[in-house]
């Protein structure tokens, strides 16, 4: 693989203060929902742990899931609380500004990455590039384990891919993020083993593979998985491999698909999706860069990724994060070779290649700011409001959330040791082991007539009645004669999305009982 030259990386760590600056505005700008599994999988379990009160899911009760990731806001928690600074507010957004963090190290890394990979010019657009993309914008500073492996991933392979990397020492560090990034997220090995592969065929010695295997790969995977199984015991306290579990339902059970199945090709469509307005150039880098041989590596470690991926039912954007970045160094290297805003060219082109570039660059980020707006400020954003405003309410005895389950923010953001409810939706594994399902329960009575509904309702409040209940607008023709007969009366309503979703509506609505 070529290598650039190497530089002060963007002059000075100024730089990098500078980005994790944009970062913390980035993260505290996101006031909208996008996935459950950004509070679910984190920050409700690092509160539970420190707090000992809030709600844990299914995959913790069944040792899916590693506290690698939450415990990096758990560890803040902790501060907080020893400190009795644990306001509200910080316990709701303090884990952001640590994502943001993560965030600009992917950023700078990435940087770097290019730099070394071809040029500090092809370096500055694809930070350019990284900062201006609408879903790395919307998607990297929230608190996803996808997030920080998308940043272990970015920052391994800056250090994986250096002039010296068959020196065993040198290889050492990034092997280490690597395994990092797996117990994050399992999933992260399909990036290492495409990686591995690659570096076993260059390779030209048996005796020098099976070094790299047995006295490498071996032992760092050994010492990583016993600090997970240690890390992990904090939590269950007891020894849980949560990877081979994680892997066994995700992957080969194929139990995930309960949760939603796509064609193959999906991800075909999703990765256009995130690029947005990068995808010109991306395709652009894809064509003019066919006969370099940085790129054709990062061509068929994006290629390996989709095609492995695709293959597994359920699928999301987020799945493929980690590919993100790598797909916009292509992007800089277009950018770089296609304007001369960064670059040298003849006197007689340099003219039409700046007009050309700016016309490009403006078009992108006017394109990209609309939809991080849009995505980042106004769509889905019904939900936090809502919570938000439960927080603020002190007269607060007993929510009930009947929406869609995960569809907000749990104890994290409600800092208070209230009863809290919410309609569940176990999949079937845990529905044999007695775990009713909430969910369906209420939507099949709600679909067979309003009267169901009502004694649906009479049952789940039997033993009485909450003080707030939250719907999606879409429910109150279904729901007014109960709120009537029991003395609920609407608070507040949110706008939440300007689409239907389905169960998810156009309006939050929060109603209390009066009487």
């Known amino acids: 693989m070529k290598h650039g030259t190497f530089t002060s990386p963007m002059k000075s760590w100024l730089g990098f203060c500078l980005v994790f600056l944009f970062r913390i505005f980035n993260s505290v700008s996101l006031v909208t929902f996008f996935d459950p599994d950004e509070y679910w999988q984190s920050l409700e379990v690092a509160h539970y742990t420190v707090y000992g009160y809030g709600f844990v899911t299914w995959e913790w009760q069944e040792g899916l899931r590693g506290f690698l990731h939450p415990s990096l806001f758990a560890l803040f928690y902790q501060l907080l609380s020893l400190f009795s600074c644990d306001h509200p507010l910080l316990v709701a957004h303090g884990p952001r500004v640590i994502m943001a963090f993560f965030a600009a ?27 201006s993309n609408w879903f790395i914008f919307y998607c990297l500073p929230r608190t996803y384990s996808n997030s920080l492996e998308t940043t272990l991933i970015v920052v391994a392979l800056y250090y994986w891919y250096q002039p010296d990397v068959r020196d065993a020492s040198n290889r050492r560090l990034p092997l280490v993020l690597g395994a990092l990034s797996f117990l994050v997220r399992p999933t992260a090995a399909v990036l290492w083993i495409f990686v591995g592969v690659t570096e076993l065929i260059a390779i030209k010695k048996f005796s020098d593979k099976l070094r790299f295997i047995m006295f490498e790969v071996v032992p760092v995977g050994i010492i990583s998985l016993l600090f997970s199984v240690g890390v992990d015991y904090i939590f269950y306290n007891r020894v849980v491999f949560v990877h ?31 690029l947005g307005p990068h995808v010109i150039p991306f395709l652009g880098g894809l064509f003019f860069s066919k006969k370099n041989s940085s790129t054709s590596t990062l061509v068929s470690l994006i290629t390996w990724y989709i095609a492995i991926f695709s293959l597994m039912g359920h699928k999301e954007f987020r799945f493929i ?54 995505f980042g400020r106004f769509h889905q954003r019904g939900t936090l409001d809502a919570v938000e405003f439960l927080e603020a309410d002190k007269s607060i005895q007993w929510v009930d959330f009947l929406m869609p389950c995960h569809s907000f923010p749990f104890y994290s953001h409600i800092h208070r040791p209230i009863k809290m409810t919410f309609l569940e939706c176990p999949p079937t594994m845990m529905q044999v082991k007695g775990h009713r399902d909430t969910q369906q329960e209420f939507y099949d009575a709600r679909e067979r007539s309003k009267e169901d509904l009502y004694h649906y309702l009479e049952e789940r409040y039997f033993h009485g009645f909450p003080s707030h209940i939250l719907i999606f607008d879409e429910l109150e023709p279904f729901l007014g004669t109960f709120f009537q007969s029991f003395g609920y009366v609407r608070e507040a309503e949110f706008f939440h999305s300007f689409f239907a979703d389905g169960k998810r509506s156009k309006n939050v609505q929060i109603y209390i009982k009066s009487h």
């Open 321 to 374: 994060l980690p590919i993100l970045p790598l797909s916009l160094i292509l992007c800089g290297y277009f950018f770089n070779t296609h304007s001369s805003l960064f670059s040298a060219s003849p006197e007689k082109d340099r003219t039409s290649r700046r007009r050309t570039g700016i016309i490009l660059v403006c078009l992108l980020l006017l394109v990209s700011v609309g939809m991080m707006t849009f």
């Open 244 to 274: 081979y579990n994680f892997l066994m339902f995700n992957v080969f059970s194929g139990a995930s698909a309960e949760y939603g199945t796509h064609p193959w090709y999906w991800y075909l469509t999703a990765l256009p999706v995130m």
């Open 105 to 131: 190290v992917c950023d700078f890394y990435l940087y770097l990455l290019a730099q070394r990979l071809f040029n500090s010019g092809v370096a500055k657009w694809t930070l350019f590039c990284q900062l």
